[in-house]
């Protein structure tokens, strides 16, 4: 009997994990976090020279890597201005649209933090609505980081020890309301906590698996070289992402998706097929759906990276992709309970 799905400790374990700011290139703080509950769950962690947590659980033969990754979408910054404002460039696919006027925290290299928010110049448009309705932002024109500081120009900054490539995390802002999940960073924070729950089911239970199974917490999927390495003799690799919704998109926030093709590959048809079996054999609420043109999972960057695998990805639901993003705890229970299934077939 597959243990079930634990509502209570996946919603804790993903707070925990998107309380942590990790934006890509910085992942060093949720790293010491994922070591901490993995070895809280009795596991030991493997750590990757370049990032990532990878975890053996056990079995023997064929190996699959599941993979769910840390890093997140933010900034950097690319100048300091005249003014005291900072310039900043995008480290992943983070968007004005979706971001102008949230608060932001900014990560020294001498490990002081300061907080700020993305502005815009013009910024109110009580004072400049026609130039702010015709002119888009754009990082590179018009949007920078107004910190909360008294800095006036660049040397006020400067003397703050914020320089050029420190790194900027926007806030999360997590709320859950009525079963559904309303945060940044549910891309893909929420698929890791899926993949927690799947380990402390599998440790608390005493299960064997019938294969060699590896939980790989990568870094860098958001700009495209997360699992570009992966251990020797893998056969397969499963990647747990967000599903996103929308126009001409079966994806549901309450069911599970199996990829079949996203904007760079089709997904491996045989191995497609064989979750596809496993939610229909479980009475699964499931769909299956295809993501283009701005889509991918850390299963393409395997494949490019020139491992001979097997490849196949499924997630829950999900709204406002790379934005302030929304998703249901039943499309998180789905995608559990495929994942189990998948792990536990004979």
Same mark, same amino acid.
């Not at 060093?28 to 020279?49: F, N, R």
């Not at 018009?142 to 800095?151: A, R, W």
């Given at each position: 009997?597959?243990? =079930?799905?634990?509502?209570?400790?996946?919603?804790?374990?993903?707070?925990?994990?998107?309380? &942590?700011?990790?934006?890509?290139?910085?992942?060093?703080?949720?790293?010491? %976090?994922?070591?901490?509950?993995?070895? *809280?769950?009795?596991?030991?962690?493997?750590?990757?020279?370049?990032?990532?947590?990878?975890?053996? %659980?056990?079995?023997?033969? /064929?190996?699959?890597?599941?993979?769910?990754?840390?890093? #997140?979408?933010?900034?950097?910054?690319?100048? @300091?201005? $005249?003014?005291?404002?900072?310039? &900043?460039?995008?480290?992943?696919?983070?968007?004005?649209?979706?971001?102008?006027?949230?608060?932001?925290?900014?990560?020294?290299?001498? *490990?002081?933090?300061?907080?700020?928010?993305?502005? !815009?110049?013009? /910024?109110?448009?009580?004072?400049?609505?026609?130039?702010?309705?015709?002119?888009?932002?754009?990082?590179?024109?018009?949007?920078?980081?107004?910190?909360?500081?008294?800095?006036? $120009?660049?040397?006020?900054? !400067?003397?703050?020890?914020?320089?050029?490539?420190?790194? @900027?995390?926007?806030?999360?802002?997590?709320?859950?309301? /009525?079963?559904?999940?309303?945060?940044?960073?549910?891309?893909?924070?929420?698929? &890791?906590?899926?993949?927690?729950? #799947?380990?402390?089911?599998?440790?608390? /239970?005493?299960?064997?698996?019938?294969?060699?199974?590896?939980?790989?917490?990568?870094?860098?999927?958001? @700009?495209?070289?997360?699992? =570009?390495?992966?251990?020797? *003799?893998?056969?397969?690799?499963? #990647?747990?992402?967000? #599903?996103?919704?929308?126009?001409?998109?079966? =994806?549901?926030?309450?069911?599970? +998706?199996?990829?079949?093709?996203?904007?760079?590959?089709?997904?491996?048809?045989?191995?497609?097929?064989?979750?596809?079996?496993?939610?229909?054999? $479980?009475?699964?609420?499931?769909?299956?759906?295809?993501?283009?043109?701005?889509?991918?999972?850390?299963?393409?960057?395997?494949?490019?990276?020139?491992?001979?695998?097997?490849?196949?990805? @499924?997630?829950?639901?999900?709204? $406002?992709?790379?934005?302030?993003?929304?998703?249901?705890?039943? *499309?998180?229970?789905? +995608?559990?309970?495929?994942?189990?299934?998948?792990?536990?077939?004979?």
């Amino acid at each position: 009997m597959k243990p =079930s799905f634990n509502e209570n400790y996946t919603l804790e374990a993903f707070k925990k994990l998107v309380d &942590v700011d990790s934006t890509t290139g910085k992942c060093d703080d949720i790293e010491k %976090l994922v070591v901490k509950l993995v070895e *809280g769950l009795g596991y030991k962690p493997y750590l990757c020279q370049k990032g990532g947590v990878i975890v053996d %659980l056990g079995g023997e033969g /064929n190996p699959l890597v599941v993979t769910g990754h840390l890093d #997140a979408i933010g900034l950097m910054v690319r100048h @300091i201005n $005249n003014d005291g404002t900072l310039k &900043v460039v995008t480290v992943g696919g983070l968007y004005p649209t979706y971001s102008v006027t949230e608060n932001v925290r900014i990560y020294t290299r001498d *490990g002081k933090v300061y907080t700020g928010q993305i502005g !815009r110049k013009p /910024n109110s448009v009580h004072v400049s609505e026609d130039e702010l309705r015709k002119q888009p932002a754009d990082f590179a024109k018009d949007v920078c980081i107004v910190l909360d500081e008294d800095v006036h $120009n660049a040397s006020d900054v !400067r003397k703050l020890g914020i320089e050029t490539g420190d790194v @900027i995390a926007l806030e999360p802002r997590t709320e859950f309301v /009525n079963g559904y999940i309303k945060s940044r960073f549910i891309d893909d924070k929420a698929a &890791v906590a899926i993949m927690f729950n #799947a380990m402390k089911a599998i440790k608390e /239970n005493d299960i064997k698996l019938s294969r060699k199974v590896y939980f790989y917490f990568a870094e860098y999927e958001e @700009i495209g070289h997360g699992t =570009s390495w992966l251990p020797d *003799g893998v056969k397969d690799i499963l #990647a747990i992402d967000i #599903a996103p919704t929308g126009d001409e998109q079966t =994806s549901d926030e309450r069911k599970v +998706t199996i990829f079949a093709k996203d904007s760079r590959f089709p997904y491996h048809y045989e191995m497609t097929n064989e979750l596809r079996d496993a939610a229909r054999n $479980n009475n699964l609420d499931y769909v299956i759906d295809i993501f283009t043109p701005h889509y991918g999972t850390d299963c393409d960057t395997s494949l490019v990276a020139g491992h001979d695998v097997r490849h196949a990805a @499924i997630g829950f639901g999900t709204m $406002n992709s790379h934005g302030y993003e929304r998703t249901h705890v039943d *499309g998180l229970k789905n +995608t559990y309970e495929l994942l189990m299934a998948y792990l536990l077939k004979e």
